[in-house]
């Protein structure tokens, strides 16, 4: 069966790509191929993990050349469908353009709240516990040129508990949503793609 070439882009530990490779180990991804993993930090955990799971893996240094260099590797491997999950730089609105609706990203908020310019990492769950809410999630969408801001395709509701530190909140919304959610949303686009291919 046909499977669209996906690369994941991470620049820390890769515990969303972790999910996405036990998701594709389970059988859970019928129309995904896990052809290329990429960091922009030297030394990230996410390289071993794909090193782990037999992917292609690659090391691409921020600068000036850093965005031909990855569509380069992503050329070369046949890349569709390109998954951020803990990849912190913005893309450029050229490149998004050149891979528009193919881009997916998880955000650990139930977008509208709490995201768009300096809204990453802890600095997001920081603002949810801040803030007082009761429910906080995490949302996977299509990138567009404006952060956080494109089409949503899943979302998840995640409860907020009273003792909550964001370190506390952080993981619970990993392993309640976000772990779920990405998978999922990569074989939904993945599956998408492959029957605009057969048209």
């Known amino acids: 069966m046909e499977r669209v070439n996906t690369a994941v882009l991470v620049s820390g530990g890769g515990t969303n790509l972790q999910a996405i490779i036990d998701s594709a180990a389970r059988g859970e991804l019928p129309s995904v191929r896990l052809a290329l993993v990429v960091s922009n930090k030297a030394g990230a955990y996410a390289l071993e993990r794909a090193e782990n799971a037999g992917i292609a893996h690659a090391y691409v240094p921020n600068g000036p050349g850093f965005e031909s260099a990855l569509a380069?590797?992503?050329?070369?491997?046949?890349?569709?469908?390109?998954?951020?999950?803990?990849?912190?730089?913005?893309?450029?609105?050229?490149?998004?353009?050149?891979?528009?609706?193919?881009?997916?990203?998880?955000?650990?908020?139930?977008?509208?709240?709490?995201?768009?310019?300096?809204?990453?990492?802890?600095?997001?769950?920081?603002?949810?516990?801040?803030?007082?809410?009761?429910?906080?999630?995490?949302?996977?969408?299509?990138?567009?040129?404006?952060?956080?801001?494109?089409?949503?395709?899943?979302?998840?509701?995640?409860?907020?508990r009273d003792g909550d530190t964001p370190e506390l909140l952080q993981r619970r919304v990993m392993e309640q949503a976000e772990w779920l959610l990405l998978p999922a949303a990569c074989e939904q686009l993945a599956h998408k793609i492959l029957i605009r291919n057969e048209v």
């Open 72 to 160: 380069e590797l992503l050329r070369v491997n046949g890349v569709e469908l390109i998954v951020l999950a803990g990849f912190l730089r913005i893309l450029s609105a050229d490149f998004i353009r050149s891979f528009e609706g193919r881009i997916i990203n998880v955000h650990p908020s139930l977008i509208p709240s709490f995201c768009g310019k300096g809204f990453y990492g802890l600095r997001v769950h920081e603002a949810a516990l801040a803030r007082g809410v009761k429910v906080t999630g995490a949302t996977v969408h299509i990138v567009t040129e404006e952060a956080d801001a494109g089409p949503i395709l899943m979302q998840k509701a995640v409860e907020v």
